[in-house]
């Protein structure tokens, strides 16, 4: 079977060589005979220009009613925002997002507003857009919000998982900056990095961020205060993705050994001294992808570039890690988007969506992981109470260092319920954006030629127009000191 499926040798007291599986032949339980099902043709999305953008991101982005997808785009960024009812072939002139001025390199739907999607891009900006009442009729290219604050392009964006409003984003500046969308400003800098961020991921309450970095560390930090509470050196194991195992006090990452294989490790995020196990997956290059349901302790493992999709079932007593079966497609894969928990199909006992970018054929296919059930009725037992669309905090209260747990919701009456929250946009004011005692706006570069140009001319009318200014005082200075000279000289009153 080898490594790839999950296995590790041991050297016995006898000093023979054995080889030891970490998932019995009968283990029980009931998500060993979960399937992974390809939508039908015309129940999939084709004819869109994927990005062929090397960035390591999904690209994609999903909830209940939009699909969104970051496209190639001649000068600029844009990324497809499609109804999820709208499949089949897209038109060529289909209307974009395209206010960017480089390449989006990361898109996230708002989880408690469903027309609220987050982009950020090359041009250093993130971007907050409002998705119209079924869909796009012409190309946006008006942004709701520019936050301006990187110094550098920004490569992720997450949404606070229970609080309302707050963004986290990570640059090529090293730096994190957390976004209370109520104002419109960064009110938070994590600046722990010494090189560039690769992941970011929220524990269940969100009282926890956890991130991977370019510089070998694995980071827990507490994000309110930008606080390092635990950092692991991975030289054996270089970390790619991290992803918080929901309560389980766990942090799982994917990576690549001393030997270039891919593998996995699983932590204590109380204790990152070393990794409580870590598993060989195969020799392949390609980055991979980890997702976690909290729902039925499932993780799944994506290799971006082949088209394979394992899956493993999570538990807090040894051996922690079962494996369960593999998905395979020949058709590989550049990025995943998954499906948030109210959007599955629960009649068909559907446990987690994958929408699956195939750049090759330009198709994003739905892949539906299916526990096979008898019974038509609700399976209670597979589906317990989830995170739903409701925030548990505002902004302030979060900032104030409330945590509090998601709000739950069921999904036995099946998904219908829409968002009764709106975004309302802050009016904003001129003024410089100060975080940690730092101007965050003060040395914004401009982000295209022409905003360089403008600049420069801009400067230089200002030159002119202070130096006209300061001959106008220069005289002005003269005429008084004449006059004060002339007072001087004038013979006294009596």
Same mark, same amino acid.
């Given at each position: 079977?080898?490594?790839?499926?999950?296995?590790?040798?041991?050297?016995?007291?006898?000093?023979?060589?054995?080889?030891?599986?970490?998932?019995?032949? $009968?283990?029980?339980?009931?998500?060993?005979?979960v399937?992974?099902?390809?939508?039908? *043709?015309e129940?999939?999305? +084709?004819?869109?220009?994927?990005t062929?953008?090397?960035?390591d991101?999904?690209?994609?982005?999903?909830?209940?009613?939009?699909?969104a997808?970051v496209?190639?785009?001649?000068?600029?960024?844009?990324?497809?925002?499609?109804?999820?009812?709208?499949?089949? *072939?897209?038109?060529?002139?289909?209307?974009?997002?395209?206010?960017?001025?480089g390449?989006?390199?990361?898109?996230?739907?708002?989880?408690?507003?469903?027309?609220?999607?987050?982009?950020?891009?090359?041009?250093?900006?993130?971007?907050?857009?409002?998705? =119209?009442?079924?869909?796009?009729?012409?190309?946006?290219?008006?942004?709701?919000?520019?936050?301006?604050?990187?110094?550098?392009?920004?490569?992720?964006?997450?949404?606070?998982?229970?609080?309302?409003?707050?963004?986290?984003?990570?640059?090529?500046?090293?730096?994190?900056?957390?976004?209370?969308?109520?104002?419109?400003?960064p009110?938070?800098?994590?600046?722990?990095?010494?090189?560039?961020?690769?992941?970011?991921?929220?524990?269940?309450?969100?009282?926890?961020?956890?991130?991977?970095c370019?510089?070998?560390?694995?980071?827990?930090?507490?994000?309110?205060?930008?606080?390092?509470?635990?950092?692991?050196?991975?030289?054996?194991?270089?970390?790619?993705?991290?992803?918080?195992?929901?309560?389980?006090?766990?942090?799982?990452?994917?990576?690549?050994?001393?030997?270039?294989?891919?593998?996995?490790?699983l932590?204590?995020?109380?204790?990152l001294?070393?990794?409580?196990?870590?598993?060989?997956?195969?020799?392949?290059?390609?980055?991979?992808?980890?997702?976690? +349901?909290?729902?039925?302790?499932m993780? $799944?493992?994506?290799?971006?570039?082949?088209?394979?999709?394992? @899956? $493993?079932?999570?538990?807090?007593?040894?051996? @922690?890690?079962?494996?369960?079966?593999?998905?395979?497609?020949?058709?590989?894969?550049?990025?995943?988007?998954?499906?948030?928990?109210?959007g599955?199909d629960?009649?068909a006992?559907?446990?987690?969506?994958? $929408?699956?970018?195939?750049?090759?054929?330009?198709?994003?296919e739905?892949?539906?992981?299916?526990?096979? *059930?008898?019974?038509?009725?609700?399976?209670e037992?597979? @589906?317990?109470?989830?995170?739903?669309t409701?925030?548990?905090?505002?902004?302030?209260?979060?900032?104030?260092?409330?945590?509090?747990? =998601?709000?739950?919701?069921?999904?036995?009456?099946?998904?219908?319920?829409?968002?009764?929250?709106?975004?309302?946009? =802050?009016?904003?004011?001129?003024?410089s954006?100060?975080?940690?005692?730092?101007?965050?706006?003060?040395?914004?570069?401009?982000?295209?030629?022409?905003?360089?140009?403008?600049?420069?001319?801009?400067?230089?009318?200002?030159?002119?127009?202070?130096?006209?200014?300061?001959?106008?005082k220069?005289?002005?200075? *003269?005429?008084?000191?004449?006059?004060?000279?002339?007072?001087?000289?004038?013979?006294?009153?009596?």
């Amino acid at each position: 079977m080898g490594l790839s499926l999950g296995s590790v040798w041991t050297d016995d007291v006898s000093g023979e060589r054995s080889q030891m599986s970490w998932r019995p032949q $009968y283990r029980s339980s009931k998500f060993r005979n979960v399937y992974g099902k390809v939508a039908n *043709r015309e129940h999939c999305f +084709d004819g869109i220009p994927i990005t062929k953008n090397v960035h390591d991101n999904h690209f994609c982005a999903v909830n209940a009613r939009f699909l969104a997808i970051v496209t190639e785009s001649a000068g600029g960024g844009s990324f497809l925002v499609i109804p999820l009812e709208q499949t089949g *072939r897209i038109e060529p002139n289909y209307p974009k997002v395209c206010g960017h001025q480089g390449n989006v390199l990361d898109i996230k739907w708002n989880p408690f507003i469903d027309n609220i999607i987050a982009s950020c891009s090359e041009d250093t900006s993130v971007r907050i857009w409002e998705i =119209p009442e079924g869909g796009l009729k012409r190309n946006m290219t008006e942004a709701l919000l520019e936050l301006h604050g990187h110094s550098r392009r920004v490569g992720l964006v997450e949404w606070h998982p229970t609080t309302n409003n707050i963004l986290f984003s990570a640059g090529y500046d090293y730096k994190v900056l957390i976004w209370n969308l109520d104002v419109g400003e960064p009110v938070k800098m994590i600046d722990c990095h010494s090189d560039v961020i690769l992941c970011m991921s929220f524990n269940t309450d969100g009282s926890l961020l956890t991130t991977t970095c370019k510089d070998k560390k694995l980071r827990v930090i507490e994000p309110r205060s930008g606080r390092v509470l635990q950092e692991a050196n991975c030289k054996n194991h270089r970390v790619n993705r991290v992803v918080f195992l929901g309560n389980m006090k766990r942090l799982l990452t994917t990576g690549v050994s001393r030997w270039n294989t891919r593998q996995i490790a699983l932590w204590d995020q109380e204790d990152l001294s070393m990794p409580l196990i870590e598993e060989e997956i195969d020799g392949l290059s390609g980055l991979l992808f980890p997702f976690y +349901d909290a729902d039925t302790h499932m993780l $799944y493992l994506a290799g971006k570039g082949d088209g394979n999709i394992r @899956y $493993y079932e999570i538990s807090t007593e040894k051996p @922690y890690l079962s494996y369960l079966m593999e998905f395979r497609s020949p058709a590989p894969q550049k990025g995943l988007g998954v499906m948030p928990k109210h959007g599955l199909d629960v009649s068909a006992c559907e446990v987690f969506r994958f $929408y699956k970018l195939v750049t090759l054929k330009g198709l994003i296919e739905p892949i539906s992981m299916i526990v096979p *059930r008898r019974s038509d009725s609700y399976q209670e037992d597979i @589906y317990p109470m989830t995170p739903g669309t409701e925030p548990a905090l505002t902004p302030d209260e979060w900032l104030g260092g409330i945590d509090r747990d =998601p709000v739950l919701m069921s999904l036995k009456e099946g998904y219908k319920k829409s968002s009764k929250m709106v975004f309302k946009a =802050p009016i904003k004011e001129k003024k410089s954006v100060v975080v940690n005692g730092i101007d965050l706006l003060e040395n914004v570069p401009p982000r295209t030629e022409n905003e360089l140009l403008r600049m420069f001319f801009r400067q230089q009318d200002e030159i002119r127009r202070l130096k006209e200014e300061l001959a106008q005082k220069d005289i002005r200075i *003269r005429q008084l000191q004449l006059e004060l000279k002339n007072l001087r000289n004038s013979p006294k009153n009596c």
